[in-house]
């Protein structure tokens, strides 16, 4: 029987555990890209989700549109056979009709390739033969005010996102690699300790035969190595400078950090602003628009002036649905920024 036990180089539970605890922190950060990539996908598909909304929505304000410009062109047509207008006012109405015509077909395309990229994105259709399916989705988009703080979202950004996590993963892998190269400078001084039984006889059979309690043989004493040589010592160097690198990503990841929080957080403070002021100017344009239908009845509204009050109406309607589709997807990067994307959706991934 012979025990070694080291003393200087290759002493300590750390050093003899460090390879199994850089494992278990890998498993750990591995754990946290599996994350990022969970919510990168559901922010994508979220984002998926409202522009075909949005599609559906800028149709639907496309068709209402012409079917304003058709309703105009039969009324000219009535009350130019009753010689109220002239020839113009009907080219002109079915001229505006034939151009919001092309818009709708632009808006009917549009919403095709949303719906088709939304089916890609959640793999809703395997089979190629239902791809022409139309899709119909549950709820459409809300505006909900959140409250955002900014120092309340910066602590989540530093205690959920999944690249922080990583990073300060990394930088403790690296002061464990420190602490094994420095420790590899040591001396080699290990205490030796023997103790065996021997056997005495003229061949190998007599000998195990002759094997006894009184012919003990043990021995105790202290192996001291010295390395020779720089490659420790350069080793130990090329760690400091990893962990001095990882310091200096760390400090730029937070930097990054902030400026990424802020701009998330000017954006949905912008698009909420953008919601209050385009409701308004929906609901001036709507109430303007039956003024003024009002006054195209009695002959105080030509057909143009008419066609640019619609014009004015169908973008005040698409203003309204782009700004509250945009601060809906801004919310959904705030998240993501904040790294909260699976909390504030409910979904919980087991880790194994």
């Known amino acids: 029987i012979s025990i070694s036990h080291p003393i200087a180089r290759g002493a300590g539970i750390l050093v003899n555990e460090a390879n199994i605890i850089i494992s278990r922190n890998n498993k750990l950060s591995s754990w946290q890209g599996f994350r990022n990539i969970s919510m990168d996908i ?71 390739k949303s719906e088709d990229q939304l089916k890609l994105i959640t793999n809703l259709v395997d089979d190629p033969e239902v791809w022409n399916d139309e899709l119909k989705l549950t709820d459409r988009p809300g505006f909900k005010i959140r409250n955002i703080d900014p120092i309340k979202s910066l602590e989540n950004a530093f205690k959920s996102r999944p690249d922080y996590i990583q990073k300060k993963i990394d930088l403790e892998n690296r002061n464990i690699k420190i602490m094994v190269a420095k420790n590899a400078l040591l001396p080699t ?50 760690r400091k400078l990893e962990k001095a690198q990882a310091l200096i990503e760390l400090n730029r990841l937070e930097q990054n950090i902030i400026f990424d929080l802020r701009d998330k957080m000017r954006d949905v403070n912008i698009q909420r602003r953008q919601v209050k002021a385009s409701k308004i100017s929906k609901e001036l344009e709507t109430e303007n628009y039956k003024a003024q239908k009002e006054r195209y009845a009695v002959g105080q509204v030509s057909t143009h002036d008419l066609l640019d009050y619609q014009d004015k109406l169908a973008r005040a309607e698409f203003d309204y649905v782009t700004a509250i589709i945009n601060y809906n997807i801004a919310l959904f990067k705030l998240d993501m920024a904040e790294g909260l994307t699976l909390v504030r959706n409910n979904i919980i991934l087991e880790e194994q």
Request: proline share 1%; hydrophobic share 35%; net charge negative.
């Open 42 to 112: 559901l922010t994508k598909t979220k984002i998926a989700y409202y522009d075909y909304t949005y599609a559906q929505e800028t149709y639907s304000i496309a068709r209402l549109s012409l079917d304003r410009a058709i309703k105009l062109s039969e009324i000219n047509r009535l009350r130019y056979g009753q010689g109220l207008v002239s020839s113009v006012d009907v080219l002109e109405a079915e001229s505006a009709a034939s151009e919001r015509e092309k818009v709708l077909l632009n808006a009917e395309l549009f919403l095709r």
């Open 189 to 238: 001084i290990d205490l030796i300790g023997s103790f065996g039984l021997n056997g005495l006889g003229l061949d190998y059979q007599k000998s195990i035969e002759n094997v006894s309690t009184n012919h003990r043989d043990w021995a105790a004493g202290v192996k001291f190595d010295l390395p020779w040589g720089g490659g420790d010592r350069a080793r130990y160097d090329q």
